[in-house]
T-cell receptor, first 113, second 114 residues
Framework: KNQVEQSPQSLIILEGKNCTLQ??????????LRWYKQDTGRGPVSLTI?????NTKSNGRYTATLDADTKQSSLHITASQLSDSASYIC????????????FGGGTRLMVKP | EPEVTQTPSHQVTQMGQEVILRCVPI?????FYWYRQILGQKVEFLVS????????KSEIFDDQFSVERPDGSNFTLKIRSTKLEDSAMYFC????????????FGDGTRLSIL
């Protein structure tokens, strides 16, 4: 069964600091991996999408990495801002599943002043 | 920036009643999706819809569920006879055609079954 696990479950950092969130998946055959940001009470918003051949992708202060061999991904947030407080969700798609996405449980990030 | 809009934001329904959740996808998108998120749990895929038919569906999407695109702008999810365990946040999403296209989500409808 396809699964996506994320760590840590929650994280508190000070404004201006960097942080890295982790994602492990068992989706096979792998198609692509996405990171979404979900503010409380809102729908998820796409940050990055990476295919099998991509190792890293950036979107502003967000940088995602992918190691398809170890089935791991990370999301690095640089110079955190208060508005980065949200849940960050790792989402994986299998090649034989069309556009069906498998979601991780998310990491809840709180940025404090 | 174009948005996916969902109505209502909160729906309260008696168990056993039918409910219809409504979504207006982004206008040039051709792929439409429904997801649900039970409180405190992961987002779960329900169904994808393309070219006026279901393209993928999960085990959750049983005979109690149906989807429809009744006109050129709306996309609906119907639950025929609601159960207590249908209580969840339901998200609609849309995307352009292509496996690597981002899915754009609405802000959800919170469905509460009494």
């Amino acid at each position: 069964k396809n699964q996506v696990e994320q760590s840590p479950q929650s994280l508190i950092i000070l404004e201006g600091k960097n942080c890295t969130l982790q994602c492990n998946y068992t989706v096979s055959p792998f198609s692509n991996l996405r990171w979404y940001k979900q503010d409380t009470g809102r729908g998820p918003v796409s940050l990055t999408i990476m295919t099998f051949s991509e190792n890293t992708k950036s979107n502003g202060r967000y940088t995602a990495t992918l190691d398809a061999d170890t089935k791991q991904s990370s999301l690095h947030i640089t110079a955190s801002q208060l508005s980065d407080s949200a849940s960050y969700i790792c989402v994986v798609s299998a090649r034989n599943a069309g556009n069906m996405l498998t979601f991780g449980g998310g990491t809840r990030l709180m940025v404090k002043p | 920036e174009p948005e996916v809009t969902q109505t209502p934001s909160h729906q309260v329904t008696q168990m056993g009643q039918e409910v219809i959740l409504r979504c207006v996808p982004i206008s040039n998108h051709l792929y439409f999706y429904w997801y649900r998120q039970i409180l405190g749990q992961k987002v779960e895929f329900l169904v994808s819809f393309y070219n006026n038919e279901i393209s993928e569906k999960s085990e959750i999407f049983d005979d109690q569920f149906s989807v429809e695109r009744p006109d050129g702008s709306n996309f609906t999810l119907k639950i025929r006879s609601t159960k207590l365990e249908d209580s969840a946040m339901y998200f609609c999403a849309s995307s352009e055609v292509g496996m690597y296209q981002p899915q754009h989500f609405g802000d959800g409808t919170r469905l509460s079954i009494l």
